[in-house]
Nanobody, 127 residues
Framework: QVQLVESGGGLVQAGGSLRLSCAAS????????MGWFRQAPGKEREFVAG????????YYTDFVKGRFTISRDNAKNTVTLQMNSLKPDDTAIYYC????????????????????WGQGTQVTVSS
């Protein structure tokens, strides 16, 4: 199992930036694909970005491409999401998730493929 703790959320004005971090514990982090998801009130949890176990393969959903950057440091057991040019529509709880499929190179965009989840961190973007 991978334990995940997110941090870095907060309140920011439209056009601003935030950097989310996810600290992982557990032996399988470095061989797990990682993802960031978000859930706005009244909406389903949705994929934001994912990164394969080695960091070589990265996916973004269309509405964050060019604005968000996902990265990981397997030596430090961390994954980050740099969010720039934030919009009010980005307001949501952001979750870090781990897919413990061994050495998964291409991250899944499906909620159901992820095994472990953090508690989430609130991001609020004001207009």
């Amino acid at each position: 199992q991978v334990q995940l703790v997110e941090s870095g959320g907060g309140l920011v004005q439209a056009g601003g930036s935030l950097r989310l971090s996810c600290a992982a514990s557990g032996r399988t982090f470095s061989t797990s694909a990682m993802g960031w998801f978000r859930q706005a009130p009244g909406k389903e949890r949705e994929f934001v970005a994912g990164i394969g176990w080695s960091g070589r393969n990265i996916y973004y959903t269309d509405f964050v491409k060019g604005r968000f950057t996902i990265s990981r440091d397997n030596a430090k057991n961390t994954v980050t999401l740099q969010m720039n040019s934030l919009k009010p529509d980005d307001t949501a709880i952001y979750y870090c998730a781990a897919d413990r499929t061994y050495l998964r190179s291409f991250p899944s965009m499906s909620v159901d493929e992820y095994d472990d989840w953090g508690q989430g961190t609130q991001v609020t973007v004001s207009s």
